[in-house]
């Protein structure tokens, strides 16, 4: 009995040592580029087809602006900022990593879909809780990025005959 009861013990010892083994070599591999720009992936694919469920963008944003915003502002300055996409044309592909910082991060650059060609769109992924995390929407918080709308040069007038509906 002593002796079955030390071999159990033995066994679950062993496979103790290997899980936690294992899952030490599995966390720095999230720790890298590569996993940085997958990532990246994952959080375009939230843009560009998930804009209605801003939520789902949130849950990508750094701890940092997390603090600022809650979930529920950053829902309301989404919806608000994407109400006018032409002005800020945002559909985000092709991400590569341009840079890493002094401080572990990476900046990825996606290529933007707009009418000028070559438009691009940098975000900061930065590595916390065991995962990679985005910067951005850095003009949400102090409400800069309304400025955009106090002078918008066109019109839909300009393309509509309104008075024909009336």
């Given at each position: 009995m002593k002796r079955s009861v030390t071999v159990l013990l033995s066994v679950l010892l062993f496979f103790t040592v290997l899980v936690s083994a294992a899952a030490e070599d599995q966390a720095p591999a999230l720790h890298t580029a590569e996993a940085a720009l997958e990532r990246a992936k994952e959080y375009a694919h939230a843009v560009n087809y998930d804009f209605r469920t801003p939520e789902k963008i949130y849950a990508f944003l750094w701890s940092g602006f997390r603090e600022l915003m809650t979930e529920d502002e950053f829902i309301e300055a989404f919806n608000k900022e994407r109400s006018y996409p032409y002005i800020t044309p945002l559909y985000i592909f092709f991400p590569e990593v341009t840079?890493?910082?002094e401080n572990g991060s990476y900046i990825i650059t996606f290529l933007r879909a707009a009418r000028i060609e070559g438009m691009t769109y940098d975000v900061e992924m930065v590595f916390e809780d065991g995962n990679w995390?985005?910067?951005?929407?850095?003009q949400f918080p102090d409400g800069s990025y309304l400025e955009k709308f106090?002078?918008?040069?066109y019109s839909l007038d300009w393309y509509y005959d309104f008075s024909e509906t009336e």
């Amino acid at each position: 009995m002593k002796r079955s009861v030390t071999v159990l013990l033995s066994v679950l010892l062993f496979f103790t040592v290997l899980v936690s083994a294992a899952a030490e070599d599995q966390a720095p591999a999230l720790h890298t580029a590569e996993a940085a720009l997958e990532r990246a992936k994952e959080y375009a694919h939230a843009v560009n087809y998930d804009f209605r469920t801003p939520e789902k963008i949130y849950a990508f944003l750094w701890s940092g602006f997390r603090e600022l915003m809650t979930e529920d502002e950053f829902i309301e300055a989404f919806n608000k900022e994407r109400s006018y996409p032409y002005i800020t044309p945002l559909y985000i592909f092709f991400p590569e990593v341009t840079k890493e910082t002094e401080n572990g991060s990476y900046i990825i650059t996606f290529l933007r879909a707009a009418r000028i060609e070559g438009m691009t769109y940098d975000v900061e992924m930065v590595f916390e809780d065991g995962n990679w995390y985005v910067k951005d929407w850095e003009q949400f918080p102090d409400g800069s990025y309304l400025e955009k709308f106090e002078n918008i040069p066109y019109s839909l007038d300009w393309y509509y005959d309104f008075s024909e509906t009336e």
